[in-house]
């Protein structure tokens, strides 16, 4: 009912940036939150950072001061500006986003991840 779909991954060398979007659609009535996670071979899926429908962000302390995320609630889509990668930032990056669905049922919806390879 909420579909999420991720753009803007590539292959960087590092140092260098990218910026990933991430735009919602689907019977929504309201997002609370959008957030980016990551997902490495063979590691469990951690947190990068979130936003709420506010502008108030939280960061993974790995990640705070080169990543920056940003949303347009009007567009339903979720940015975020990666910089000075390293390779270790080198992972799937999947979209999530939660709210109410238009008959007021709550969702919690994550799009299908964009990859990300840092070289060194």
């Known amino acids: 009912q909420v579909q999420l779909v991720e753009s803007g991954g590539g292959l960087v060398q590092a140092g260098g940036s990218l910026r990933l979007s991430c735009v919602a659609s689907?019977?929504?009535?309201?997002?609370?939150?959008m957030g980016w996670y990551r997902q490495a071979p063979g590691k469990q899926r951690d947190l990068v950072a979130t936003?709420?429908?506010?502008?108030?962000?939280n960061y993974a302390d790995v990640v705070k001061g080169r990543f920056t995320i940003s949303r347009d609630n009007a567009k339903n889509t979720v940015y975020l500006q990666v910089s000075s990668l390293k390779p270790e930032d080198s992972a799937v990056y999947y979209c999530?986003?939660?709210?109410?669905?238009?008959?007021?049922?709550?969702?919690?919806?994550w799009g299908q991840g964009t990859q990300v390879t840092v070289s060194s």
């Open positions: 999530n986003a939660k709210g109410s669905l238009r008959n007021l049922f709550p969702f919690n919806s």
């Open positions: 689907g019977s929504i009535f309201s997002i609370n939150a």
């Open positions: 936003i709420t429908s506010g502008g108030t962000t």
